[in-house]
Protein backbone atom coordinates (compact mmCIF):
# COMPACT_ATOMS: atom_id res chain seq x y z
CA UNK A 1 0.00 0.00 0.00
CA UNK A 2 1.15 3.01 -0.58
CA UNK A 3 1.78 6.14 2.07
CA UNK A 4 -1.58 8.10 0.78
CA UNK A 5 -3.74 5.22 1.35
CA UNK A 6 -2.49 4.93 4.77
CA UNK A 7 -3.28 8.20 5.65
CA UNK A 8 -6.53 8.01 4.10
CA UNK A 9 -6.72 5.16 6.27
CA UNK A 10 -5.55 6.39 9.37
CA UNK A 11 -7.88 10.15 8.76
CA UNK A 12 -10.65 7.83 8.79
CA UNK A 13 -9.92 6.31 11.86
CA UNK A 14 -9.50 9.41 13.77
CA UNK A 15 -12.43 11.25 11.89
CA UNK A 16 -14.56 8.10 13.54
CA UNK A 17 -12.60 8.11 16.70
CA UNK A 18 -13.14 11.68 17.69
CA UNK A 19 -16.73 11.63 17.74
CA UNK A 20 -17.16 8.84 20.26
CA UNK A 21 -14.86 9.99 22.54
CA UNK A 22 -15.27 13.65 22.65
CA UNK A 23 -19.01 13.05 24.81
CA UNK A 24 -17.51 9.82 26.69
CA UNK A 25 -15.34 12.71 27.76
CA UNK A 26 -17.27 15.47 28.53
CA UNK A 27 -20.18 13.27 30.14
CA UNK A 28 -17.74 11.81 32.32
CA UNK A 29 -18.43 12.75 35.81
CA UNK A 30 -21.71 14.83 35.00
CA UNK A 31 -25.09 13.58 35.65
CA UNK A 32 -27.14 13.47 32.42
CA UNK A 33 -31.10 14.25 33.11
CA UNK A 34 -34.04 11.58 33.09
CA UNK A 35 -35.49 13.67 30.07
CA UNK A 36 -31.87 13.77 27.78
CA UNK A 37 -31.87 10.06 28.14
CA UNK A 38 -35.25 9.59 27.09
CA UNK A 39 -34.67 11.85 24.18
CA UNK A 40 -31.60 9.89 23.29
CA UNK A 41 -33.17 6.28 23.58
CA UNK A 42 -35.16 7.25 20.43
CA UNK A 43 -32.15 8.11 18.35
CA UNK A 44 -31.47 4.38 17.16
CA UNK A 45 -34.82 3.86 16.56
CA UNK A 46 -35.18 6.81 14.17
CA UNK A 47 -32.10 6.05 12.58
CA UNK A 48 -32.84 3.01 11.72
CA UNK A 49 -36.37 4.01 10.78
CA UNK A 50 -34.52 6.18 8.32
CA UNK A 51 -32.44 3.85 6.01
CA UNK A 52 -35.29 1.36 6.16
CA UNK A 53 -38.10 3.41 4.98
CA UNK A 54 -34.97 5.17 2.15
CA UNK A 55 -34.54 1.55 1.08
CA UNK A 56 -38.21 0.53 1.33
CA UNK A 57 -39.79 3.35 -0.78
CA UNK A 58 -37.60 3.95 -3.59
CA UNK A 59 -37.72 1.48 -6.56
CA UNK A 60 -35.19 1.92 -9.30
CA UNK A 61 -34.47 5.39 -7.92
CA UNK A 62 -38.04 6.13 -8.40
CA UNK A 63 -40.27 6.98 -5.05
CA UNK A 64 -42.86 4.19 -4.95
CA UNK A 65 -45.71 3.13 -2.80
CA UNK A 66 -47.35 0.49 -4.83
CA UNK A 67 -46.46 -2.88 -4.24
CA UNK A 68 -47.27 -4.14 -7.90
CA UNK A 69 -44.45 -1.34 -8.74
CA UNK A 70 -42.00 -1.76 -5.80
CA UNK A 71 -41.52 -5.73 -5.37
CA UNK A 72 -39.94 -4.80 -1.69
CA UNK A 73 -42.98 -3.63 -0.41
CA UNK A 74 -44.56 -7.06 -0.59
CA UNK A 75 -41.99 -8.66 1.59
CA UNK A 76 -41.69 -5.76 4.07
CA UNK A 77 -45.79 -5.78 4.58
CA UNK A 78 -45.45 -9.39 5.26
CA UNK A 79 -42.80 -8.60 7.82
CA UNK A 80 -44.15 -5.92 9.53
CA UNK A 81 -47.49 -8.31 9.89
CA UNK A 82 -45.32 -11.01 11.32
CA UNK A 83 -43.92 -8.68 13.51
CA UNK A 84 -47.10 -7.04 14.98
CA UNK A 85 -48.83 -10.56 15.11
CA UNK A 86 -45.44 -12.24 17.34
CA UNK A 87 -43.71 -9.36 18.77
CA UNK A 88 -40.60 -10.98 18.33
CA UNK A 89 -37.73 -9.57 16.31
CA UNK A 90 -36.14 -13.03 15.79
CA UNK A 91 -38.94 -14.71 13.86
CA UNK A 92 -39.54 -11.34 11.87
CA UNK A 93 -36.00 -11.41 10.50
CA UNK A 94 -36.18 -14.79 9.71
CA UNK A 95 -39.47 -14.56 7.78
CA UNK A 96 -38.05 -11.34 6.07
CA UNK A 97 -35.27 -12.92 4.99
CA UNK A 98 -36.97 -15.95 3.85
CA UNK A 99 -39.61 -13.86 2.04
CA UNK A 100 -37.01 -11.13 0.50
CA UNK A 101 -35.10 -14.71 -0.60
CA UNK A 102 -38.15 -16.21 -2.32
CA UNK A 103 -39.04 -12.78 -3.98
CA UNK A 104 -35.58 -12.60 -5.70
CA UNK A 105 -35.55 -15.73 -6.52
CA UNK A 106 -39.29 -14.72 -8.39
CA UNK A 107 -38.42 -12.36 -9.90
Not at 5 to 14: D, N, Q, S, T, V
Not at 28 to 41: A, D, F, Y
Amino acid sequence: MTTDRWLIIFGAAIASFIPRVIPMLFFKNKEISSKVTQWLSFIPVTIFSALVFSDLVFWENKLSFNPLVNLKLIPALIVFYIAYKTKNIFISMIIGIVAISLMLLAF
